[in-house]
């Protein structure tokens, strides 16, 4: 990485850093999901879970 | 490595052969990760039945890629392929031995880390070989005054499991100490460069991951909120301690699947929390965190997994490496290592049977 200038580097930090936390950000304020998936897992208004399909014991 | 893989065959032969026996669990969600990929099952709503999101992709790709090369099915596969990530790691944690406990033998190492008792799950089709392996790399790394490296090799760990976040901390404070170091350098775009790299490489694996399942969920953090239909949710570690010691239910350690012994669970988040404890009243403050850490965190939305968080930790293995070179006296020496592999032939049996031994 030291055969670029030091500006780029800290550049391209500083744009994953931003990335990320746009990850992130979206990741709790912004999820685009079905009805029955927030009921389930974001709502949790559902409570009666199928099995999980291939292992038969909590994980 | 090989001579083990034979014994566990052996073993096997009345359960059907090596892969059918070793195959219990999560074997089967990376099984079919690896060859159907996540949108074979993930959903609720948009995809299939069953989200596996829960499951991190670096080991499934690698798997993936074990199944192109040999033609193997994805069950046999995956033991040579955790075997070999097994062998690296053996390596990678001689030399970390080596510059952290420099007294240590390091064939008494190989023998150790081949006999333990928990330790066929590294040879099983789980990402725990994997973990140990890129967590002892990125500690070495960091070690050796390598940032970027060890940055890399943490992007590699949160890929593997979302726990690897736990190596974000220790590269903070190493790269803020870096920074306090050179804070007389009249370079200090190169200085700040150095210092944020590592820190903005680190999280990678878990920042694509996250965006991935955005791109086929459109959540962010499936792979955390699926985690409830194992029973998951956060309540902090001491209900969970509370909660698997009042349950008593030492009974169920032995029975099969579908039963679990919470008070199994807790005693081994009680061992593992306990050693790390003495690593750090030895002053080994990374090694604690990442034994501390890596418990407390699934601790606190359940007992699930726990002996097998604790036993395949990196630092759990050196702690009890370091207790048991303590032995001078030959017999004693072979009586620990004996009974040790013979503890493995057991508890592998155990686990043939579908039961709770380790999981």
Redesign the interface.
């Known amino acids: ?1 030291r055969r670029f200038p ?2 780029a ?2 550049a ?3 744009l ?2 931003a ?2 936390g746009a ?2 950000w ?3 304020f912004r ?7 927030r009921a ?3 709502d ?1 208004t559902i409570d009666d ?2 099995e ?8 | 490595m090989a001579a083990r893989l034979l014994v566990y065959a052996w073993l096997a032969l009345p359960q059907g052969g090596l892969a059918a026996a070793m195959c219990q ?2 074997c ?2 990376y099984a ?1 990760l690896a060859t159907l990929g996540y949108a074979s ?1 993930s ?4 995809f299939g ?2 989200p596996n999101w ?1 499951f991190f992709p670096l080991y499934p790709l690698l798997l993936r890629a074990s199944v192109w090369a040999s033609t193997l099915p994805a069950e046999l596969a995956g033991i040579f392929l955790s075997s070999a990530l097994y062998v690296g790691f053996v390596v990678v944690a001689a030399a970390y031995l080596r510059r952290t406990r420099p007294a240590s033998d390091l064939a008494a190492w190989v023998v150790f880390s081949l006999l333990f008792p928990f330790g066929f799950t590294f040879s099983a089709v789980y990402a725990e070989s994997l973990f140990a392996l890129l967590l002892t790399l990125s500690v070495l790394l960091l070690r050796d005054g390598r940032p ?1 490296a060890a940055g890399i090799a943490t992007a590699l760990l949160c890929a593997a499991r979302p726990t690897g976040v736990l190596m974000l901390p220790l590269i903070a404070v190493d790269r803020l100490r870096h920074l306090w170091m050179g804070r007389a350098r009249p ?1 200090r ?2 200085l ?2 150095e210092a ?2 590592p ?3 680190a ?2 694996g878990l ?1 694509i991951s ?2 991935v399942q ?1 791109a086929l ?6 792979f955390n ?8 949710e956060w309540h902090g570690p001491l209900h969970y301690l509370i909660e698997g010691f009042a349950a008593w239910d030492w009974g169920q350690v032995l029975k099969p ?4 012994s919470s008070s199994y669970d807790a005693l081994w988040a009680m061992i593992g929390l306990g050693v790390a404890g003495v690593l750090g009243w030895r002053r080994r403050w990374k090694e604690a965190w990442l034994l501390g850490a890596c418990i407390l965190l699934p601790l606190s939305s ?1 007992l ?2 726990i002996p097998r968080f604790v036993a395949t930790n990196p630092f759990f293995l050196f702690a009890c490496f370091a207790a048991a070179s303590r032995l001078r006296r030959p017999a004693a020496v072979a009586a620990v290592y004996g009974g040790m592999g013979f503890l493995q032939a057991a508890v592998v049996a155990w686990w043939y049977q ?1 039961s ?1 031994a380790l ?1």
């Open positions: 990485m030091a500006f580097r800290l391209f930090a500083l994953l850093i990335a990320q990850v992130v979206v990741g709790l999820p685009n999901v079905s009805e029955i998936y389930m897992f974001i949790k879970f199928p999980p399909s291939f292992n038969t014991k909590g994980r | 669990y999560d089967g969600w079919r099952d959903g609720f709503g948009k039945v069953y829960a970027l370079d775009a190169a700040l460069a944020l790299l820190l903005a490489i999280p990678l920042s996250m965006a955005y969920v459109g959540d962010a953090l499936a909120r699926v985690q409830i239909l194992w029973n998951r699947r579908e039963l679990f359940g699930h997994s579908a709770n999981y």
